[in-house]
């Protein structure tokens, strides 16, 4: 089997509401889809979802660079030649990384189909019998975060996602109201996005929250300030998760020399995809670190290859791949039944796509033979 040719269609993912963070808000979700086809007829679907703040990317700059370097250099080879594959994208052009997940994971797809079994058989099986994943929480007014904070428990969810990253009293503030509301028995998580900037200032918050009993306080200042999440750790109870500080082995290998995280959050977007994505899980299980499988908020073809990697792997124990729960379209139909997720155990990705929708979200196609 190689890949004979290969599709690209730029797309926008009608969001619900709009989802903040705090460095951005999304009307819609941009995502570049890649449709590789072999020479046998299989199809393999993959995804990019790339963000300029994180992975560095932009949309269109992704969709030319899957279009103009990364999927001509790995047409006719075979799927299943992976570590060649990623040597050849990566001798193609630095960095793109999830331009080279939507080649990964539609690797991946093709694979499964071709044995016909789901992708986390060929990642050495189910580990894990279920999944969940958390209510996600973006930036609002303390009180409005609460009420559906409540809404989300009374929905059938069993943990929360609380996005903060602004001013650190207000941000207390919200997750002092959610807490207040739910009870002290429902996990919480905190993502700051890096929105606290400097360990000074996030010293200020995570102590001011220690109380609060949260899971974790993921990326609370900076990417790339390594010295500030290991000082962090050492002042505060509250286990911190490295984000945006962790895209591949260099960025893990800094972070365990220095101790500064106890949970890791891996995303296929920053990694490049599932096989590199299993490898940097490896490497912590080793360090004895925590893994979740995170996301850019991604389609199903995306949000299934992250529940593929992380039912697989022992040390992945948390998720949070809510991307289609978001969307009021989206192009595949993965299965969420609060507060799990069910893969079908069909072949590939095992999931499937809606080619009307797929076109009827296009912005910008190319098909190249």
């Known amino acids: 089997m190689i ?22 808000t999304y009307n819609h979700m941009p995502s570049v889809i890649v449709k590789l086809i072999a020479d046998n007829g299989l199809v393999g679907y993959g995804e ?5 703040h994180v992975t560095g990317e932009t949309y269109m700059a992704t969709f030319e660079v899957l279009k103009h370097v990364l999927l001509p250099a790995v047409k006719q080879q075979n799927p299943f ?3 060649k594959i990623h040597h050849i994208m990566d001798s193609a052009i630095v960095g793109n990384p999830a331009a080279k997940a939507a080649i990964d994971i539609a690797c991946y797809d ?7 079994k789901p992708i986390y058989d060929l990642l050495g099986g189910k580990f894990h019998d279920t999944l969940t994943f958390p209510k996600v929480l973006s930036i609002d007014e303390p009180e409005i975060m609460a009420e559906k904070a409540q809404e989300a428990m009374e929905l059938g969810y069993s943990s929360l996602k609380i ?8 941000d207390i503030n919200r997750i002092a109201a959610v807490r207040e509301r739910v009870g002290h028995q429902v996990p919480i998580r905190v993502d700051v996005n890096q929105g606290w900037q400097t ?16 899971s974790w306080i993921e990326q609370p200042i900076r990417m790339g300030d390594i010295d500030g999440l290991a000082a962090l750790k050492e002042k505060t109870t509250i286990p911190i998760m490295a984000d945006e500080s962790i895209h591949h082995g260099l960025h893990l290998q800094e972070i365990i020399k220095k101790n500064a995280a106890d949970v890791i959050n891996i995303k296929l977007m920053k990694c490049g995809g599932i096989y590199p994505a299993i490898h940097l899980a490896k490497m912590a299980e080793f360090a004895g670190i925590g893994c979740q499988i995170g996301s850019m908020v991604e389609s199903s073809i995306g949000s299934a290859a992250g ?20 969307f009021s379209q989206d192009i595949g139909d993965l299965e969420y039944a609060l507060p799990y997720v069910h893969l079908s155990g069909e072949p590939g990705l095992g999931i499937k796509i809606n080619e009307d929708v797929l076109e009827q979200l296009t912005i910008k196609k190319e098909q190249v033979l």
């Open 3 to 24: 890949i004979k040719e290969f599709e690209i269609y730029a797309i926008h993912l009608p969001l619900k509401q709009p989802f903040i963070v705090s460095y951005a």
């Open 48 to 52: 990019a979802v790339p963000d300029e």
């Open 81 to 83: 030649d992976l570590e």
């Open 110 to 116: 093709l694979m499964g189909k071709y044995v016909r």
């Open 163 to 170: 996005k903060v990253g602004g001013d650190i009293q207000s």
């Open 199 to 214: 360990y000074t200032n996030a010293l200020f918050g995570v102590k001011a929250l220690e109380p609060y009993h949260l």
């Open 307 to 326: 529940y593929h990697t992380a039912i697989s792997r022992k040390n992945i124990t948390s998720t949070e791949l809510t991307g289609p729960l978001l």
